[in-house]
């Protein structure tokens, strides 16, 4: 997800503006000239600055371009590339929501098998791998979190056997 | 000093601190060894045990892992040219080289020897000068921790690399997210958009384990797998090291220096240690033209940098509450947790304390000798595992481990959202350590800049009036203009090289 320097300069702007804003409009400490206002205002004002040079392209030529260490024999085959595939890296993060959605009624055990099967999958792995995985890392986890580390996780619908 | 000694002595030898610092050791070799799993995410995944271990034994689990994952990076660099840790990704080529050359016992044994000569060197700077900094540090007033903490966000700044403007930007980013909740100097719910979640402010943890384990695993989405590591037997791995330390003891001893002070500058860590220490050992190398074709000089210094810089980064963090690197910066959340607040007083009211900590970098960096050969006999069954196996198990962790901290699935949401900031920031080239920085001092620095200003009555004077402050001053100043001044001698050295070509 690259984006050219002027999308991302141009948000940290807004971003730097709208803080400085709302640390603009904080009630202040009655009696007192420096309250939870300035330290905002200061920070919004440095980010939208910092936003503004970006957007110039101020400091640009300090980037190293990333290095992509070729593989020997070029046996790295370049990736399938189709309009869906880069919105792949939004997976996990979608995954972990789904977590905080469905923990308190599926319970730990069935939505921590969905959350690895999906992940699993998606980084290419047969059924023969994810079924596996899938049925029993949940357990292993709840094994070391829940049982012996006594954090509270959902029993939900199938509650473990301990 | 001999009663603390022995106090130490005690705090460590406890089942609980020798199990935990065992198994977080060969947690620490696993998570190193595996491509993209970095030492920081290692570090990050285990806060959420240490909640429920003792103090001591909490410190334990982290020195160890991480101590074992810097070494352990190096493992596939030099037999897959992968680096396992960024920190190795410096002389990865060069470890890789001497692979083809048949010397991989070489390259790797140079890893773990070097790695815990390094280790070594690091505590023993941390046990040097961390007691007479704080000596000094028991004087400051807000003034030079205003100071220190803006030095320390500059310095983050100044290593990454990568633009800094951009850098500036990530760290101000931090910033902004420690301005959330209600613990500010009026007390007043700030950014908070009425939600009860964000009262209490976005706890660091999270956020770190977002950014350095979920954005990975977003990351092995779109990257093609790592080829498997080819099975070969090994012949004997510490043969040679002592010559080469022998032959290399200045190298080392560089390497040792170096790496302690970019350890002790805060925000730069093994990974910045590893580049300079080779850059330096080819620069003063009286065999530079053998850099690059499997040469162990520029390994045995690096190797002795990066190691040397996980344990001086712990100096401005017990002393200031100033993380020297990343790791360091989970540390002092750790820290915090457990009631070993950071600060000069560490030093005298929990000495014992303090020892242990030191007793622990000494054992962990002795273990990881004997350890290490284990793990670089096995580590071609454990780079067997595919891709596929282990991140959707680092993701459970990322989902249970942020529950964990605050029981609650706010810190869920807090993981994902990081994640996708960091992913975002890292593919544009924004330094995400910069921000975590920014997260993790941003309170402080609130703290002192707010209070200096109350106390100072608005004025700007008072902020370089004590010798120390106005030294730290023109550091943290001389940081932020550092940049233009390379980009001025930039602009100049061209323009030179052409007049000398014209004429």
Redesign the interface.
Known sequence: ???P?SV?GLF?VV??AA?AY??WI????PG?????????L???T??AL??L??VFG???????EEEL?P??DG???P?PQSKL??L??????????F??FA??RLG?IIT?AI???V???????KWK??LP??AL??FA?HLI?GK??????PAGLLPTPW | MLKTLLDAFALISTWEVIIAMFAASVYGLVIGSLPGLSATMATALLVPVTFYLSPIAAVATIVAASSMAIFSGDIPGALLRIPGTPASAAYADEAYAMTRKGQAELALGAGVWFSAVGGIAGVLSLMILAPPLAEIALSFSTFEYFWLALLGLMCATLVARSSPVKAIAGMFIGLLVSCVGIENPGGVPRFTFGLTDLFGGIEPIPALVGVFAVAQVMRAMLTPEPPPLPRRKFGSIMAGQWRLTKLYHWQMTRGNIVGIIIGVLPGAGADMAAWVSYAMSKRFSKEPEKFGTGHVEGLVEAGASNNASIASGWVPSLLFGIPGDTIAAIAIGVLYMKGLNPGPTLFTEKASSMYAIYLMFIIANIMMIPLGIAMIRVAAYILLAPRSAIMPIIMLCCAVGSFAIGNNMFGVVTVAAFGMVGYVMEANGYPVAAMVLGIVMGTMVEQAFVTSLIKSDGSILPFFERPVAAILAAMAIGALLWPVMVWVWRKMKPAQTAAAASR
């Open positions: 997800m690259r984006l320097d991302t940290l971003l730097g803080a709302g640390g904080l009630p202040p400490v007192q000239p420096v309250g939870p206002n300035v330290f905002p200061v920070i919004g440095g980010l910092c936003g040079a970006i101020i400091g640009h030529s300090f980037e190293e260490i593989f020997e046996q790295a085959a990736p595939y880069g792949r890296a939004l997976l996990p993060p979608a995954l972990l929501l977590y905080v923990a308190d730990f921590a959350m690895v099967y992940t699993s999958t998606a980084l290419g792995a791998l994810t995985l899938a890392s949940p986890i979190f012996l580390l006594r954090v509270p996780l």
